[in-house]
């Protein structure tokens, strides 16, 4: 048996590495490129639908949808990829909601947490590869919206690091957390998307309670980051 929580702050901590590794790759430019084609999705974002037109995913919203599902292939390596429509993006604010509300449609007890996280509770090690194609479908119809995968620049990822420097940093050792050294502005911005990069939260291990606690009174991110 094995219990399991992905948070709001987790998923978005990888959307920005996601970005990040996108500035990098396309040197500080949004690459205006088509991408190939996929098993699941088109590959360029839209942010409304159409008529005409599905919502679709960009490449960083479907790397995330591949981690998924390489979830799914650990627990039941013969699982078949569905092909699964959007039923709309979400935001940083409804996406635990849209998901739990999801889960409980196909039979699982998730539940959306007070920081914007979802609580997966216990699952019997034999519903693993199941729970596990619940959340990629949940996860397919519910896509955070592409606008958290534009890729950061210098700038953007300046103001992260003032934020993570002036306000998170003595936030998170004022209760009591250490946070490890910060690096120079300059290693910030050039590490962001490596492994090992500057992770303040590192240390935090705690209960769901004083977690939903400690990430109201600190941010992971900015609240304001994406408006």
């Not at 084609?37 to 919502?55: F, G, I, R, V």
């Amino acid at each position: 048996m094995f219990g399991s929580k992905r948070t709001r702050a987790a998923r978005m901590g990888l959307l920005l590495l996601v970005s990040a590794t996108l500035m990098v790759l396309s040197g500080c430019s949004i690459d205006t490129s088509e991408p190939a084609q996929s098993d699941l999705t088109a590959p360029t974002a839209s942010a409304e639908p159409t008529n005409s037109t599905p919502l679709v995913l960009d490449a960083a919203s479907q790397d995330l949808l591949d981690w998924d599902w390489e979830q799914v292939l650990r627990e039941s390596p013969d699982a078949e990829r569905p092909v699964i429509e959007i039923v709309r993006f979400t935001d940083s604010d409804d996406w635990a909601s849209a998901m739990e509300s999801c889960m409980n449609d196909l039979g699982w007890p998730d539940r959306a947490t007070a920081d914007g996280g979802l609580d997966h509770g216990m699952i019997q090690d034999a519903q693993a590869g199941a729970h596990a194609l619940a959340i990629y479908t949940c996860n397919a119809k519910y896509p955070m919206d592409p606008k958290y995968n534009v890729p950061l620049t210098d700038e953007r990822l300046s103001e992260l690091f003032d934020y993570f420097t002036d306000e998170l940093q003595p936030c998170l050792e004022a209760e009591g957390y250490d946070v490890p050294e910060s690096p120079s502005r300059e290693t910030f911005i050039d590490t962001y998307a490596e492994n090992g990069a500057w992770h303040l939260y590192e240390n935090v291990s705690t209960g769901q309670s004083t977690w939903n606690s400690i990430n109201a009174k600190c941010p992971q991110i900015p609240v304001d980051f994406y408006e």
